[in-house]
């Protein structure tokens, strides 16, 4: 019987942002196994073609609930820390910067992935791929340094009412 996940963190808001983390990480599982087949260069120039064209269909449909789960980060999460913390450096202001650079890769990669892609040589293919790999390692580094430092933070300074609150806000769907 498989055992029942485990999490970081026994208040509700924060199970809710880290289920999202988790799911979407998942996702990325399905596209940064094509990332590493290109670094691995395991792939023809006819199969690279497939790949890239498989690659791109899967980020972006991993676009929409990446993008449900930073608004809400941005909408909610980080205005209620920056009280405490502050918005303009610190780690909310960070967080939000990396979103921005996860966007950056991804638009990025997708600019030069649109259209026919089968003229592309598999030096072009991986070298366009590079976007997607960029952009799971920042996800990957993101998800861990908000669970290590913007979790704990909630964890610790906001009230039992602004947890509540954030509970509220948060228990939405990102799909």
């Known amino acids: 019987m498989a055992e029942a996940q485990k999490f970081k ?20 599982s399905g596209w940064h196994t094509i990332v ?11 199969e690279g073609h497939e790949a890239l064209k498989s690659l791109r269909k899967l980020i972006v449909d991993f676009i929409e609930p990446l993008k449900n789960h930073t608004d809400k980060e941005e909408e909610f999460l980080f205005p209620m820390l920056a ?6 450096q610190g780690p909310v202001n960070a967080t939000e910067e990396e979103h921005g650079e996860i966007d950056a890769y991804i638009g990025h990669f997708l600019h030069h992935t649109r259209g ?5 040589t598999l030096e072009e293919m991986k070298k366009v791929v590079q ?29 039992i009412k602004e947890q509540d609150k954030l509970y509220e806000q948060l228990y939405t769907s990102i799909l």
């Open 116 to 120: 026919n892609v089968n003229h592309f």
């Open 83 to 88: 009280q405490y913390v502050g918005s303009e």
């Open 9 to 28: 963190f026994d208040l509700p808001a924060l199970r809710v942002l880290e289920n999202e983390h988790r799911y979407l990480e998942y996702l990325m």
């Open 131 to 159: 976007d997607a790999a960029e952009a799971f390692e920042v996800i990957t580094v993101h998800f861990v340094k908000e669970e290590s430092v913007l979790f704990l933070m909630v964890n610790n300074i906001l009230n």
């Open 36 to 46: 590493l087949a290109f670094e691995r260069d395991i792939y023809t120039v006819k």
